[in-house]
């Protein structure tokens, strides 16, 4: 590999090797479908390197119930300004849970899933994943981002009345009294360091 390094530096060809040996993980998409992906998105996800090659992304997810849910976010803000993030739980090869901070950039932003790039980020040093059920996890997700129960009830089209059930069970399980602690109880982070749609630039 350090042959084909100096070749790429000699040649001035550093965009492939920028791609693969990037920090973070990263994906092209096309359709939802995985159409390549660098080294760090193959460690991150214990994947080798062409294994994941036009598998769906839904593979990456605890199920095949949350990728439905969450698979559509970002795509109001990708027609709008062609950027978008968030903070999601992904799962590894072996069915471990992770926490994830996922921007995005589309090549068509009038349809911003048909051909995308993104970018991946392991959040397990800052935010360990603690054990929730599907539906927690959808609902710490949404809280992420900034959304009120309100919100997330007509997202997951469920009654506002459940939604306040489920964070207030939440609040109990940690043992804090607000959101904000949720959130510091979840990975150490206080309110104001917390991605929310309202930091994307």
Known sequence: MEL???DCFGSGD????????????????????IRTYNNAFAEMFDYDTDELKNKLFSVLYPSETEFLNIRDRGVEELQASNTYWDERVM????GTLFWC??????????EPLMRAVW???DLSDVRPYVALTRREREIVSFLMDGMTSKEIARKLELSYRTVEVYRANLLKKFGVGN??????ALGGLSGSDVVTRSNIK
Not at 91 to 94: G, L, M
Not at 179 to 184: P, R, V, Y
């Open 4 to 6: 084909r390094i100096d």
């Open 14 to 33: 550093l965009a492939e090797l920028a791609f693969q040996f990037a920090p973070v993980g990263l994906v092209v998409t096309e359709n939802r479908t």
């Open 91 to 94: 799962a590894r090869k072996d």
């Open 101 to 110: 901070r996922v921007r995005g950039h589309s090549f068509t932003p009038d």
């Open 119 to 121: 970018s991946f980020a």
């Open 179 to 184: 959101t904000s602690a949720l959130f510091q």
